[in-house]
């Protein structure tokens, strides 16, 4: 089965840029999303189709994917941006989440 | 605006089955191109995806879980239903409704909406 592998944690200073890998297997053959979810509540789609920002979604988020990594990028980190974060492909008929990454903001 | 709600039991005994209902209101299931799923989040770890439908019953579902989880659609109720078997331990998750995206190409799939969840324990 496809899978998807992120780091396990990244620490980032407060407006400083926070960069977020995601790896698989010609992963830029695929489109990539992005969830961000914060304790205790339900994710929140902030990137999809690669690089597309949701409404609602802040400037500050930004995405790429080629080869076989997906990055998403938050520039200007945030206090508010502390969370964990998974990435998202579709592998011939089936949704493969990544292994989440936890962003602490300090 | 579009709210999904899940509903269900928080506690169901090994080797029973579990029955949860996702209510969609604030739109119809049949309004759009969307498709309808569950994802599951285990406690302190990570989410799976189990499977989608579409209103007129066409679905797509995870086969590492295929074989006894089932989600169906009940478009006069504007409802989804997810069906898990043979429950056991590892499947206490908070399981959660979504709407599933899809791009024109059809290479794109994402989950935009997602309903706050449903915390269910397997245990005896």
């Known amino acids: 089965s496809y899978e998807l592998t992120q780091p396990l944690s990244v620490s980032v200073s407060p407006g400083q840029t926070a960069s977020i890998t995601c790896s698989g297997?010609?992963?830029?053959?695929?489109?990539?999303?992005?969830?961000?979810?914060?304790?205790?509540?339900?994710?929140?789609?902030?990137?999809?189709q690669d690089t597309v920002r949701p409404s609602g979604s802040p400037e500050r988020f930004s995405g790429s994917n080629s080869g076989n990594t997906a990055t998403l990028t938050?520039?200007?980190?945030?206090?508010?941006?502390?969370?964990?974060?998974?990435?998202q492909a579709w592998d011939r008929t089936t949704a493969v989440f990544g292994t989440g990454t936890r962003v602490t903001v300090l | 605006q579009l709210k999904l709600q899940e509903s269900g039991p928080g506690l169901v005994r090994p080797s029973e089955t579990l029955s949860l209902t996702c209510n969609v209101s604030g739109?119809?299931?049949?309004?759009?191109?969307?498709y309808w799923g569950w994802?599951?989040?285990?406690?302190?770890?990570?989410?799976?995806?189990?499977?989608?439908i579409y209103y007129s019953g066409s679905t797509y579902h995870n086969p590492s879980v295929q074989s006894r989880m089932t989600v169906?659609?009940?478009?006069?109720?504007?409802?989804?239903?997810?069906?898990?078997?043979?429950?056991?331990?590892?499947?206490?998750?908070?399981?959660?409704?979504?709407?599933?995206?899809?791009s024109a190409s059809g290479t794109g799939h994402w989950f935009d909406l997602w309903g706050r969840g449903i915390p269910v324990t397997v245990a005896s």
């Open chain 2, 39 to 52: 994802i599951r989040q285990p406690p302190g770890k990570g989410l799976e995806w189990i499977g989608s």
């Open chain 1, 25 to 48: 297997d010609r992963l830029g053959h695929k489109y990539v999303s992005w969830y961000q979810q914060k304790a205790g509540q339900s994710p929140v789609l902030v990137i999809y």
């Open chain 2, 27 to 34: 739109g119809s299931i049949t309004d759009t191109y969307d």
């Open chain 1, 74 to 87: 938050i520039s200007g980190t945030q206090t508010m941006d502390e969370a964990d974060y998974y990435c």
């Open chain 2, 72 to 102: 169906s659609v009940d478009t006069s109720k504007n409802q989804i239903s997810l069906k898990v078997t043979s429950v056991t331990a590892e499947d206490t998750a908070v399981f959660r409704c979504v709407r599933h995206k899809i």
